[in-house]
């Protein structure tokens, strides 16, 4: 099965060296082969063998994770190609688990010595009573939910820089005073296999492809920017959906907004949070302590409260790993576990937590497809995958008419939170006040501040427009792949940063 | 034979092969132990090995970049190709240099570096030390229970740089540090609030020294129980050492000559010009003295130097690379960064200089205001391109040049170009912290007259 996996990689390699065989020299080949010489294969064997030398002073669980990702982006500036980045990833990480202890190494050396090595450091540390394990690895095969048509690596780059092209110059010609575009064409394909002492053993494939579109706007001095992006868990077909023009028209035209608006009174405020990207302010304020990383070690503000209201009923929280094509969607977790739907919150009652191996034997509950690490640097913890309110009955013209004096903020930037007291910041890309239930002028430079119990109670109306915006999620396992989405939802009170 | 020697071998040979002339291979490794506790016991402990070689040369005047973390001789053979192929598409304008080299006495000596690492059972031993020392701590006495999710965290690593080019540039460097930190979580029953200090390079300092640096934490989470709110409006404000590293930090890319040459930092065209108040000296020093992780050289191999960026408010030069600098037609000041695609711009000890005042006679100064402890949220809430901010803080109210009651929840507005000629005074107090390749470093700063928004 490992040969497998290696045949995948090499198959990806082989179509590139044959597509494009003038760049490459055949004489390449032959070293090519030496690759994959039989020691140095990743052997089922290798596997069981490294799997029982982590066990070998008592732990009570190992796991490899094997990882090769291919890395590609190219970044353009001016309409120009700035920067081509061509990576490729290699590595494995081994961890061991005695109760709720967890002793992890990774390395790159994938040489029988080097796992080994590796192994071993894992038991010293984690126990001391020699154990002989008997490791017998069965191969398990998952549904990949996630077509992809066209596999981004094995697309000419040439055809990328177009791509990119078109977008950029559709935001440069969207006005005079747009003096600067920075856009990037980025796609991952990312191989997993993961084997562990329970004789599991199974792997994934997942690829990636995101088109992003900066825009400046400039005027007498002062600059102001707009950004839009595109992602799905597929290849170049995306933009058979998603034309570059649109995103690059859409950058420039928050930035020609931003541009001509004066700065966001502060204080508090009623704020209508537009769909999409919006969805951003249920991953901060609340998402991330649903997470059993914070939640088994109580250090979030929602351990413990698992069948009590903590919103308003009008909400309902959702996280979906299992939604075909979208960008945080994955068939296994980086565990080995299939990929769940959880309802975290039902009408406004806390149902389930984000869990995994570890943090689920803190908190007595089983691990529900929620483990997730960037790379084999990173050891596995709960995280999100495409979180989202589901939509609600307010029609979207009566949550903007309902507020006299107020925020609708139409485009949300990143944010962050303290998963302890709940607290959480995050910036808004493009905001208007809204005046006697219309919205009016453009403002710029505002924030949202507040604590997640406090906005889920606040949360008084939900629309029924529902869509989901993507990003890259960072915590202590790393950057990771998520989708946030909502639709239009008022919240009655929140303290707007500006000046 | 060092693994380095036979991949320079192999990177020479396939570039040859291919008829390249020019390249360059850049290859680092370090290797890293942390352990964290969590309650009574070792809540996780990893080790890591880890490489990455990054090749870029010069094909038909372009540059092209191919990177990895296999160290496999076939994968590096594949790096050639695959950087070369990368060449053929780039659209850079011809600046891309590989250094042409300088000669031994432009590189200054720096300190040797005799890290020894650590092995797992001293770092075991250590932590478990210092999780003992954590919960032992006096804030019992007060009433305020040690919670879920106080740590103690000890963590060393060590790496090696290796860069050789075409142009027979072989250089190398090496470096390796340790450190402890200690998280505080308190419970005073109705809220939780926390508190953390590190130390460095100290496996051999006496426990005072922790104890000390325990109780400093200890103190940091107490003081912020109880924090109210503030009224929006205008507010004197200082901001502590810490929050200003933060704004610097954010905005530190203005400086780059590669971003004023993209149309991305106002600063573009500035230099010579008065870009901040009288108070402000910005020094950029790759071999600050306190510093075990100096720099000799750049990402491109040059030789590293110190330079004032910023001299009694006057912009003085940007950091440029050799390719920026060659757009610019001025000398590199030795700032280039190695990224896996592209030569970019860095700093080593950047810093704001200290002044003559007393933290004292500045919150005199401030009279009433807030005195600014955190700012969190920089990624989303800071733009380095337009230099506005609108940051979620937490502090304390200045009352009559005294420091007051906690506050929290409110934010504070503006933008870093105008933050830079509106300091109207920094403190006498400069912390570099711990050592490390990059660190961003001010005294405390007053401004008056900034917009908070709050109740």
Redesign the interface.
């Known amino acids: 099965m490992c040969k497998k996996f290696y045949s995948k990689i090499d198959g990806l390699i082989f179509k590139k060296l044959f597509s494009k065989s003038k760049s490459y020299d055949i004489m390449y080949l032959p070293e090519f082969y030496s690759y994959g010489k039989a020691d140095d294969m990743l052997t089922r064997a290798l596997l069981e063998e490294v799997i029982a030398r982590a066990m070998s002073t008592g732990a009570d669980f190992a796991e490899i994770f094997f990882e090769n990702t291919r890395y590609n982006m190219i970044d353009m500036i001016g309409g120009k190609v700035d920067s081509v980045t061509d990576n490729t990833i290699t590595g494995v990480g081994i961890r061991a688990l005695l109760g709720v202890k967890t002793v992890s190494a990774s390395t790159v050396d994938l040489s029988r010595d080097g796992l080994l090595r590796c192994a071993s450091q894992v038991a010293d540390v984690i126990g001391d009573k020699p154990t002989i394990c008997d490791i017998y690895l069965t191969e398990r095969i998952h549904t990949d939910v996630h077509a992809v048509k066209r596999v981004p690596d094995t697309v000419r780059k040439s055809e990328k820089i177009d791509l990119l092209k078109a977008g950029c110059l559709a935001a440069k010609e969207y006005h005079n005073d747009i003096s600067q575009v920075r856009a990037y064409f980025l796609d991952v394909d990312h191989n997993i296999m993961i084997a562990n002492s329970d004789g599991l053993l199974c792997e994934d494939r997942q690829i990636r492809t995101r088109m992003g579109i900066s825009a400046i706007a400039s005027r007498g001095g002062e600059n102001q920017d707009g950004m839009s992006s595109a992602g799905m868990r597929m290849g170049l077909e995306l933009f058979d959906n998603v034309s570059p023009e649109s995103i690059g028209k859409e950058a420039a035209r928050q930035a020609m907004v931003n541009l001509g608006a004066g700065y966001c009174p502060a204080g508090k405020m009623t704020v209508a949070i537009e769909n999409g990207f919006g969805g951003v302010i249920f991953h901060e304020a609340c998402g991330h302590s649903l997470e059993a990383t914070s939640v088994a070690k109580n250090t979030s503000q929602m351990a413990g409260k698992l069948g009590q209201k903590i919103a308003n009923e009008k909400v309902t929280a959702i996280d979906d790993g299992t939604i075909p094509n979208a960008w945080g969607s994955i068939n296994i977790d980086d565990e080995g576990n299939p990929s769940e739907r959880k309802v975290l919150i039902e009408n406004g009652v806390l149902k389930n937590y984000m869990i995994d191996k570890l943090n689920g034997r803190r908190m007595g509950m089983k691990e529900n497809g929620s483990s997730r690490r960037q790379s084999f640097r990173y050891y596995p913890t709960s995280r999100m995958t495409n979180t989202f309110f589901l939509e609600g009955n307010d029609k979207n013209e009566d949550i903007i008419s309902s507020i006299e004096y107020g925020l609708y903020a139409k485009k949300m930037g990143g944010g962050s939170v303290n998963p302890i007291s709940g607290a959480f910041n995050f910036a808004v890309g493009e905001a208007y006040i809204i005046r006697n239930g219309k919205i009016c002028e453009p403002v710029r430079g505002a924030s949202l501040i507040g604590t997640g119990s406090e906005i889920l109670q606040n949360i008084d109306m939900v629309g029924t427009n529902l869509e989901c915006g993507q990003g890259m999620c960072g915590s202590s396992s790393g950057s990771i792949p998520v989708n946030v989405g909502q639709p239009l939802i008022r919240v009655s009170e929140i303290t707007v940063g500006g000046r | 034979m060092e693994k380095f020697d036979i991949l320079k071998k192999i990177v020479k040979e396939c570039s040859e092969k291919?008829g390249i002339a020019e390249y360059e291979l850049y290859y680092s490794e370090s290797s890293g132990i942390s352990a964290d506790t969590?309650r009574d016991?070792?809540?996780?402990?990893?080790?890591?090995?880890?490489?990455s070689l990054l090749y870029r040369c010069i094909v038909d005047g372009k540059a092209?970049?191919?990177?990895?973390?296999?160290?496999?001789?076939?994968?590096t053979?594949?790096l050639v190709?695959?950087?070369?192929?990368?060449a053929?598409?780039?659209?850079?304008d011809g600046d891309v240099i590989i250094f042409g080299g300088a000669s031994p006495e432009d590189y200054r000596q720096i300190p040797k570096c005799d890290f020894t690492m650590p092995s797992?059972a001293v770092i075991?031993e250590r932590v478990m030390k210092n999780r003992e020392l954590l919960y032992s701590s006096d804030s019992q006495i007060a009433g305020d229970k040690i919670?879920?999710?106080s740590a103690a965290n000890v963590y060393a690593s060590q790496g090696r740089t290796f860069l050789f080019n075409s142009n027979g540039l072989d250089l190398s460097s090496s470096s390796g540090n340790c450190g402890e930190s200690f998280r505080v979580?308190l419970d005073n029953g109705e809220?939780?609030k926390?508190g953390g200090e590190r130390i460095y390079n100290s496996f051999d300092k006496p426990d005072d020294v922790r104890v000390e640096k325990i109780g400093k934490a200890v103190k940091e989470a107490r003081d912020k129980f109880g924090a109210g709110s503030v009224k929006?409006g205008k507010y004197n404000i200082i901001f502590k050492n810490e929050t200003m590293e933060e704004i610097l930090d954010t905005f530190c890319p203005v400086f780059y000559a590669e971003k004023a040459q993209?149309?991305?930092s106002?600063l573009k065209g500035k230099v010579g010009e008065k870009i901040a108040s009288d108070c402000i000296t910005v020094t950029d020093d790759p071999f600050a003295e306190d510093n075990t992780v100096q720099a000799a050289f750049d990402g491109e191999g040059v030789p590293t130097r110190c330079k004032n960026v910023i001299e009694k408010g006057v912009l003085k030069t940007l950091l440029y690379n050799l390719s920026s600098a060659k757009k610019d037609g001025v000398e590199t000041t030795g700032n280039a960064s190695r990224?896996?695609?592209?030569i970019g711009t860095r700093v080593y000890t950047f810093f704001i200089n200290k002044g003559d005042m007393t933290r004292d006679k500045l919150l005199e100064a401030a009279g009433s205001g807030i005195y600014v402890t955190g700012m969190?949220?920089f990624?989303?809430?800071a733009?380095p391109?337009?230099?506005?901010f609108?940051?979620?803080s937490e502090g304390f109210i200045i009352e009559d040049g005294k420091i007051g009651r906690p506050v929290?929840?409110?934010?504070v507005?503006?933008n870093f170009f105008e933050l830079l000629k509106q300091i109207a005074a920094v403190d006498d107090e400069l912390d570099f912290g711990g050592p490390g390749s990059m660190r961003i470093c001010s005294p405390d700063v007053l401004v008056y007259d900034m917009?908070?928004?709050?109740?």
């Open positions: 291919r969590f016991e070792i809540s996780s402990f990893s080790s890591s090995v880890n490489g092209g970049y191919a990177s990895t973390s296999s160290l496999d001789e076939s994968e053979e594949l190709s695959r950087a070369a192929e990368n053929a598409i780039s659209e850079d797992a075991r919670a879920d999710g979580v809220e939780k926390t929006t993209k149309g991305l106002l990224g896996e695609a592209s969190k949220g990624h989303a809430g733009n391109v337009t230099g506005d609108s940051i979620e929290k929840s409110f934010t507005a503006g917009p908070v928004a709050g109740e």
